[in-house]
Structure formats: structure tokens, C-alpha cells
């Protein structure tokens, strides 16, 4: 008599029930995806804004607007007037977004203070942002500076 091999229905149950333990422990390693890539978008958005100010501060020195404390539409970037303070970027919608030039369907930009806060579309905007870039004007002694807020992406 010729014995049929193969699995048993006991051995087919452990293997769905290993891959079954084994999907539960990596899934969650691959479910906050977009929450690490808003996050990564985030800190490159910090450094545009970073770099955006330090060509605008170059434009202004050749224009001889560095010693300003403000100056409204000091420099034309594509077309656009750029409030200065100090050569930098103001905090403003006509500051340091006419600058970066993000699109408004992927970033919500709202001076807040004495600050402009960038924030992904569909987040929570202005001051109480949890997720964005922050960027703060220049001042007589010193840059703007540019932080990132990245607890609630």
C-alpha cells in the first residue's frame, strides 16, 4: 500500500498561525508611514525656508537693503515684492511666502505674531500648529531663525 504524503491539517494551522503572529508584530513597524513622511516633509520645508532667506538676504545685500529695519517690497523675487527686515524675509504673507512660493494646496502659511508658521494642508494651522516649520524674523543683532514642530505629524 502506497502511504499519500503531505501536511497534515494540524501542521497547516501552526504555519497560519505563526505568520498570523509574525504579521501582528511587523505591521505596526509599517503603519505610521505617513506620519515619518509628513515628518520628513516638514524638516525639507525647514530648509527651504532656510535656504529661501539666505538667497533673499543676498539679494537685499546687492541691493543695499541689509540695514534696513523693514522695507516693504525692498526685492522682487519671480515677480513678486518682498517685504525685508533687517535684509531677511519678513514673517508675512509678503514676506518669507512670497519667497518659498508653497503651493497653498499642499501648505497652509498664517503670520502669527511676530512668526509665520508653514503647516501641511490638513493639518492644525497658527499658533497651536503641532506639526510645521516656524519661522521667525530677523532682528538687529541677529538672523531670522527656523524651527521645526514635529510631535503631532
Do not use: H
Not at 21 to 35: E, R
Not at 120 to 137: H, I, L
Amino acid at each position: 500500500m502506497k502511504r499519500s504524503a503531505g501536511f497534515t491539517l494540524i501542521e497547516l494551522i501552526i504555519v497560519i498561525v505563526i505568520l498570523g503572529i509574525l504579521a501582528v508584530t511587523a505591521a505596526p513597524k509599517f503603519l505610521n508611514l505617513q506620519g515619518d513622511a509628513r515628518t520628513s516633509t516638514v524638516n525639507a520645508m525647514k530648509g527651504a525656508v532656510q535656504s529661501a532667506a539666505a538667497m533673499a538676504y543676498s539679494k537685499a545685500i546687492i541691493a543695499g537693503k541689509d540695514k534696513a529695519s523693514s522695507a516693504t517690497a525692498g526685492i522682487t523675487v519671480n515677480g513678486n515684492g518682498v517685504d525685508l527686515v533687517y535684509g531677511y524675509p519678513a514673517a508675512t504673507a509678503s514676506g518669507i511666502a512670497n519667497v518659498i512660493e508653497a503651493s497653498a494646496a499642499e501648505w497652509t502659511g498664517v503670520a502669527t505674531g511676530s512668526s509665520y508658521i508653514l503647516t501641511p494642508a490638513g493639518m492644525t494651522s497658527g499658533a497651536s500648529a503641532t506639526c510645521g516649520v516656524t519661522y521667525s524674523p530677523a532682528t538687529s543683532t541677529a538672523a531670522p531663525t527656523t524651527t521645526t514642530v514635529t510631535t503631532g505629524c
